[in-house]
């Protein structure tokens, strides 16, 4: 027998490489063949339950990282509430109406003009189950678990029929109106827009300064002044039909370069700067109340603007008089109802002006500028032109520049709930506090919700007109438009005429020839999305209204978040989620936002081919997705870094309990060695923040707290000296014994802890347990314990630790001296003060074996001796010397008193003893 044999050195089929390309794809069809998130929900199924409703994606090309990361983070908390005493289940779902879908279609050759609206859509249709079905296995293959084949989707029958009935509850409650006011509207998109479509990049604008001449000056100014205005939108001044001024601010009258000029005396200087004006004199002031009623010529059509007062208007830019459009501004539009001015958009909805506005027919707003300034200068009234970069609304789709333009449109009217929405913010738990500020404030300055779509692909507004275009919206006739779309899909809207989608015999007042049309617009998006509260919340029997949790990108503040709460207080009186939890945006490593221009684009699919969806799990459980949040192909390979020593680490553990049965061979917490139970109670500490950390969200948390308890806790300390018992002792010591005893309980409790974050590998993992349970995602959680001696002990081991801290040092400079090379090779000298001793002395432990050194000398600090070799530390002094004699063939430490076998062999008295009682025969070789 040779002396190798005799050591402790087990095998195990763990792999060390985790392969997780090709084995997670094989593990998740195990999962479905086990019907294992199934096994789960019945496990659960009399628990108290925690719904995460799903905010859906858009149906719309490949997953991208973003994706990932929001599928995951939410993942992680339902599997985490699912093995924590919660019946969670998930059910995902898909937003698939609205523009991006027709483009996608028109981009691939459809001739929408070719077919009926009807074809149209179901071309749409088809169209959308194909990206979601994509998407459906892309975020299946990141291993997120629901009820994959039974998602909600804002396109089926059933849900479009709840979406109907939302909208009829509002109508019942008088929250939905037609009107004519200028809204955001998309002469890219030819839509209206909702305040949630809008983003804002910088554009190139004319900044001009024009001269209106008073016509009237109701004898408080002379005919020969002029009102300066200024504007950025020369296009809007063919629909100005007043100008305001601010009602308690002073207008002085000022003579300059031979003309009289009305503007606001706080701001006359900086004017008089822009527009270089010379000798300036002030003719008169005047209350700016005073000017009500006056009216002057517009500057190019022969019409009069009249002067009225507005509170909007500001002393903060311009000249405080401000050019006003009521059909090309809200504020203009607000002020111009209270003087009955008509609402002029002499735009149509490709943004080419139209007949209403003389001499610019069929020219394109922006296009317009230049022949409007013309036009200007030629009057004598263009006092100023240059050009500034500022930012300006655009189309979140297309990108393009969007525009204020006064349509008949659909509107909820915001205003009639506003506070009972404000009210139903405070009672919601927002899990970032400036998320409640945030929303509240956008609920508080929002105008009345468009909800109308000049599109084909989406729920048409069920809404229908009488012979003299009165609108005609009734509860019977909401719920009969309901139960027709339950059964035919919202198709049947176009498919049919308007006497097909009445009740039989349906008669109304404003139709006594029995004649109705239909609205022909579709429904905002996100009333579609904001509708899935009751679409899905309230009609699914395992869901539950409210939600407990709506987790999303920070952008959904102006997007899902608000338009579900608006509906939901709309119908519920409540909001529709118990909590909210924002994410922060995916950008490149160097914090750029990603775009395939630019080349900064991390594909999940790729990523997962490369190096396996847990990676993609654990770098997300590594960020602060509470904020911007960066990925990169080196930010990965330095999560795979951790992922590997996660994995190595716990092979070494699962390698060394091979020949250990726990049921077996386990040792009781209160017979386990001070150490044992030290990194019992360091372990306890792990599960009990980890644990925190889930319950706080704070995935980032969890990453560090595992990877520190595996580092430091386990690898670098309790294992490290490990070897020297696993491998050297008896089979069955008692040392060796506990030690696996603590091995075991520490690989079955992080493989939980682990589960939500990284479940391939966790169920690999759990295959080399002896468990109950088949599959750790069908087991609980750990919980924390209860030690009556965690206090005490905590606080020996962590001065004892500082120690070791200082006694590595030592052994760090004596290897640098070269004094050792190894730590084995060292003879180490304590001289301790006296609460040093009584820590070592409380220990009860193996201290040589701990410092893994070949001798350890404990002596009192006052017999320190004039060494410069000796480190000086606080209450003690090191001393690392080369331990003389013989290196123990079996166990490699140096000691003295070596037994000889041979000329090059030699054991120490414990490997001997060892031998001599186990395997007799090795010594008998020699």
Known sequence: MEMKE????????????????????????????????????????????????????????????????????????????????????????????????????????????????????????????????????????????????????????????????????????GYIYRGLKPIYWSPSSESA????????????????????????????????????????????????????????????????????????????????????????????EIPGKDLEGITASHPFYDRDSLLILGDHVTLEDGTGLVHTAPGHGEDDYIVCQNYDLPVLSPVDGKGLFTDEAPGLEGIFYDKANKTITEWLDENNALLKLDFFTHSYPHDWRTKKPVIFRATPQWFASIKDFRQDILEAVEEVDWLQPWGMQRIYNMVRDRGDWVISRQRAWGVPLPIFYGENGE???????????????????????FEREAKDLLPDGFEHPSSPNGQFEKETDIMDV???????????????????????????????????????????????????????????????????KMSKSIGNVIDPNKVIKQMGADLIRLWVSSVDTQADVRVSMDILKQVSEVYRKIRNTIRFLIQNTEDF????????????????????????????????????????????????????????????????????????????????????????????????????????????????????????????KEYDNSKELLDQWSRFMSLRDNVLKANEVARENKIIGKDFEAKTTIYASQSVKNLLDSLNSDIRQILIASEINIKDLEEKPEDERILDFENVSILVERMQGDVCTRCRITTEYSIKLSEDEYLCQRCHDICEEHYPEVLNNN
């Open 471 to 493: 609108p005609i919206i009734t509860p019977e006739l909401t719920e009969h438009v309901a139960e027709l779309f339950a059964e035919h899909g919202s198709n049947v809207w």
């Open 6 to 173: 005799t050591l402790n050195l087990l095998k195990t089929k763990f792999p060390m490489r985790a392969n997780l390309p090709n084995k997670e794809p094989e593990r998740q069809q195990e999962w479905k063949e086990q019907d294992i998130y199934g096994q789960r929900q019945e496990l659960n199924k009399d628990k108290p339950s925690f719904i995460l409703h799903d905010g859906p994606p858009y149906a719309n090309g490949n997953i991208h990282i973003g994706h990932a990361l929001n599928k995951i983070s939410k993942d992680i908390i339902v599997r985490y509430k699912s093995m924590s005493g919660f019946r969670s289940p998930y059910v995902p779902g898909w937003d698939t109406h609205g523009l991006p879908i027709e483009q996608a279609l028109t981009n691939t050759g459809v001739d929408r003009k070719s077919m009926s609206v009807a074809e149209f859509r179901k071309l749409c249709e088809d169209y959308a189950w194909k990206q979601i079905n994509k998407q459906r296995d892309d975020f299946k293959r990141l291993g997120v678990a629901g009820e994959w084949d039974n998602p909600y989707v804002t396109l089926t029958k059933d849900y479009e029929a709840e979406q109907i009935r939302v909208f009829g509850k509002m109508a019942e409650k």
């Open 661 to 784: 049965d726990f049921n077996k061979d386990g040792i009781a917490y209160e017979d386990l060695r001070p150490v044992d139970q030290y990194l019992m109670n360091k372990l306890n500490l792990t599960v009990e923040h980890v644990i925190d950390g889930y319950e706080r969200y704070n995935f980032s948390d969890i990453f560090k707290e595992i990877n520190h308890f595996l580092t430091l806790d386990v690898s670098n300390f309790y294992a490290n000296f490990a070897k020297d018992i696993l491998y050297i002792d008896a089979p069955e010591a008692y040392d060796r014994r506990a030690m696996q005893t603590v091995f075991y309980h520490i690989v079955r409790d992080l493989t939980k802890l682990l589960t939500p974050i990284l479940p391939h590998t966790a169920e690999e993992i759990w295959s080399y347990l002896e468990e109950e349970e088949s599959y750790v995602q069908l087991a609980e959680f750990p919980e924390v």
């Open 193 to 284: 827009l909702a305040e949630a479509e809008i983003e804002y990049h910088d554009v190139r604008s004319p900044n001009i300064y024009v001269a209106f001449n008073v016509n009237d000056g109701k004898s408080v100014l002379d005919n020969d002044t002029s009102f300066v205005i200024w504007t950025t939108t020369p296009w809007t001044l063919p629909a100005n039909l007043a100008i305001a001024v601010k009602p308690d601010a002073t207008y002085g009258v000022y003579e300059a370069d031979g003309r009289k000029f009305v503007v606001a005396a706080e701001l006359a200087d900086k004017v008089a700067e822009t527009l270089e004006w010379n000798e300036v004199k002030l003719v008169k």
């Open 526 to 592: 996100w009333f579609d999305s904001g509708s899935s509260h009751h679409a899905v919340l309230r009609q699914r029997d395992n869901l539950e209204f409210p939600a407990d949790m709506y987790l999303e990108g920070s952008d959904q503040y102006r997007g899902w978040f608000n338009s579900s709460l608006t509906t939901s207080v709309a119908i519920n009186g409540v909001p529709p989620y118990k909590s909210v939890l924002s994410q922060g945006m995916v950008l490149d490593g160097a914090g750029k």
